[in-house]
């Protein structure tokens, strides 16, 4: 009997002795040497049959990624058609399987190419339900349920003398795939191979030694003879000054070891990392210590790095961390500030408020205590932007190529950017004017408004409104109905109806080119553009029009087009008087775009915070000040982080304004008669319409050595290579 769990698969043309030794659970017979000829259809794709106490795997291997299944029932059991992403075959040629005692009567797999066959026909008096299909990124899983024998008499009949649960028909629904990780791109890999720097490279004879609690120097002196070197042990001097009861100096720290025909390289280093001690060996004699890698009498380099892209106090807080120790000269301000303060300046003239700074400039040292550049001693200069090393030649090669291998590139993109506001306006106006005459009887329809005059004169209350009628009427008691200058039964009218319909849209095209660097600009303000979480709350961009750069920092870009209109008052006090200062804001159109990484994979990971708005109002400007106060209505899109490949294009779009009003003046009844009612009233529909596009699409920019600009690039005028002095000009 085959265990639970077991796999196996068979070929067709190795008969039913496979299949029987399957059953009794022995390992099927290989074919002989001149049986295993190469297949012309030979692949990765392989039928194997897992078995377990509920249910039946077929598992299809070399299947793929994203293989497609086509499923249908046929009368004798099950049938799918797989179709793979690429061509194929199968590893040993067509299979089937038989199985009779699991409801299986046979498997088969058959075909080649992408286009594949699988059979499950079921046994004899059983059903076979659909399978579970699942895939794990490689192979392809089928799980079928143990098949069923078939009702005979009438499905879901209880029987009342035996109690228990009702049997019903097993049906597992298809799922899903499995679940499989995103795919993973390339990554830049830089290796450098390198020796232990503590290691020391010295000969001598084996060693058998055991120490026990011996000082560790007295221990390296005494392994320093039996190799034939002199020793030295260079004391800490901060240690060696501590005051009694401090911790004691490392070569005074017990060790116990024990070495039997040990190699002599092997038992001095292993004593130097038992001790928590660095050895250096100089010419035939051991220097060890606390810090004997930065000591010694050996001839030391120095060298000056001028940085191209990362920062000399980034470089170095980088070569800190391997071990490396940086000299850094900090300068703190310290400001006090006494007397009074601003506000109450303006109440007290005679008060007065005093300042002081005191500037503290102090050395101060760091980098790890372990790691490969320990013993290089490093400081910058941020004005040249250069980092100098100090060392021996072999480590300071090393921090070499650790800045060789930091000082990358930063990889910047071209986003170009296409911004459309579509404002598209229809209003339609319908209105019919009348006036009748019948004797002293004056009925006028003014747009949907009912007038009517009965008599020579008019009551003196309602005569201003008759006079908006007929305003050549007197006022003089007793005041004629201005309807009998008016030919009497005859019947004016005046129709009017039109439709005006609006197409307009704002469109700009800017391309920003930003870098990867989130720096700080060195000539920025941390609050010329508040983040996106103030420009919701605010509902307007809070972008500094006096500032040079819109964005403040190196990986930010703004582009604004429009006008600055007053939003705002702030008071401001200035020698005793008040002052309104205007709170400007940009009417138009405002776009921030952040890049947040370029990846190796041709991705690009930004942020856009596109915004367009008008002013739709005003309000009076406070006492004293000027201008009045604008209300502007907004529409705004602040993105989270978007991933895009390098010249693909993004759309985002549905930031739509949908304004409707309508407004319709009528008499009273006829007025709402059908067809007829049209004549008594003035109907006004206006709609707005306005609609958001963004299209953004990033474009790396390749700046590798040989490009067309930036390298080896000759100016075509004459006069600018005469200016330039540039080889090849006339006169150079």
Request: proline share 8%.
């Amino acid at each position: 009997m085959l265990a639970a769990g077991t796999t196996t698969s068979l070929v067709l043309a190795e008969g039913q002795a496979h299949a029987q030794a399957f059953r009794r659970g022995e390992s099927a017979p290989r074919p002989s040497a001149s049986q295993q000829s190469p297949r012309a259809d030979a692949g990765p794709l392989q039928l194997n049959v897992r078995r377990f106490p509920d249910a039946v795997e077929l598992v299809i291997e070399g299947a793929g990624a994203s293989p497609q299944l086509q499923q249908s029932t046929t009368p004798s059991g099950w049938q799918g058609r797989l179709v793979l992403a690429a061509p194929s075959g199968l590893r040993s040629g067509p299979q089937q399987l038989s199985f009779p005692e699991l409801g299986l009567q046979s498997v088969s797999l058959a075909g080649s190419g992408t286009s594949y066959l699988l059979q499950v026909d079921a046994a004899p008096g059983m059903t076979l339900g659909r399978p579970v299909v699942s895939s794990d990124g490689r192979d392809l899983i089928l799980t079928f349920a143990s098949p069923v024998p078939q009702a005979r008499l009438q499905v879901n009949r209880p029987n009342l003398t035996q109690p228990g649960a009702v049997p019903l028909p097993t049906y597992a629904p298809p799922l899903q795939p499995r679940a499989v990780a995103p795919p993973l791109g390339d990554m830049a890999v830089g290796t450098m191979t390198m020796r232990a720097p503590g290691y020391l490279n010295v000969s001598g004879p084996p060693v058998t030694m055991t120490l026990r609690n011996a000082p560790a120097k007295d221990a390296l002196m005494a392994l320093a003879q039996l190799g034939g070197y002199g020793f030295a042990y260079v004391e800490d001097p901060v240690s060696s000054q501590g005051a009694p009861g401090t911790t004691p100096s490392p070569g005074s720290r017990p060790i116990s070891v024990a070495f039997r025909n040990e190699s002599y390289a092997t038992a001095i280093n292993t004593t130097l990392l038992s001790a928590g001690l660095q050895g250096k060996r100089e010419g035939n004699v051991i220097f060890a210590g606390p810090n004997a890698l930065g000591s010694g009498i050996g001839p030391q380099v120095s060298r000056v790095y001028r940085l191209n892209q990362v920062g000399p106090n980034a470089a170095a807080d980088y070569l800190a961390n391997l071990g490396a120790t940086i000299t850094k000269t900090d300068t703190i301000l310290t400001s006090v500030t006494s007397g009074v303060t601003e506000s109450e300046l303006v109440a007290r003239s005679n008060a007065s408020q005093t300042t002081q700074t005191q500037a503290v400039t102090q050395v101060r040292e760091f980098g790890a205590s372990r790691g490969p550049l320990v013993g290089l001693r490093a400081t910058t200069d941020t004005r040249l932007g250069t980092i100098t090393m100090i060392g021996s030649p072999s480590i300071v090669a090393i921090g070499e190529q650790y800045l060789k291998q930091l000082d990358l590139r930063q990889r910047q993109v071209a986003l170009s950017l296409k911004i459309l506001d579509v404002d598209l306006g229809n209003n339609s106006e319908f209105d019919n004017s009348f006036a009748i005459r019948w004797g002293d009887t004056f009925i006028v329809n003014d747009r949907g408004s009912l007038l009517g005059a009965f008599g020579r004169a008019l009551p003196p209350a309602f005569r201003p409104n008759l006079a908006q009628v007929n305003p050549s009427a007197g006022f003089s008691d007793p005041a004629p109905n201005p309807g009998l200058a008016y030919p009497e039964n005859e019947f004016f009218n005046f129709l009017r109806a039109q439709i005006i319909s609006r197409n307009t849209k704002l469109l700009a095209s800017p391309t920003l080119i930003l870098q990867e660097n989130a720096s700080l600009l060195r000539g920025g303000s941390e609050t010329g553009v508040t983040e996106v979480e103030d420009d919701v709350a605010q509902g307007i961009r809070d972008i500094s029009i006096d500032s040079p750069i819109g964005r403040r920092r190196a990986n930010e870009g703004v582009v604004r087009v429009g006008t600055n209109v007053v939003v705002n008052y702030e008071n401001v006090a200035t020698e005793g008087t008040v002052g309104c200062t205007p709170e400007l804001a940009t009417a138009g159109l405002v776009l921030g775009a952040r890049v947040e990484k370029i990846d190796d994979n041709g991705f690009v990971t930004f942020t856009l915070s596109p915004s367009v708005s008008a002013v739709v109002d005003q309000q009076p400007a406070p006492e004293g000040c000027g201008a009045p106060l604008n209300i502007l209505t907004i529409r705004s899109l602040d993105t989270g982080a978007l991933r895009v490949r390098d010249g693909q294009t993004l759309i985002l779009t549905g930031v739509i304004s949908d304004f409707t009003r309508s407004e319709v003046s009528k008499w009273p009844i006829l007025g709402d008669i059908p067809l007829i009612g049209q004549f008594f009233r003035a109907t006004t529909n206006q709609r707005e319409k306005r609609e958001l596009v963004i299209m953004v699409t990033p474009r790396i920019i390749n700046d590798d050595d040989g490009g067309m600009f930036g390298y080896g690039f000759q100016p075509s005028s004459n006069t600018v290579r005469d200016l330039l002095g540039a080889p090849g000009a006339p006169g150079s």
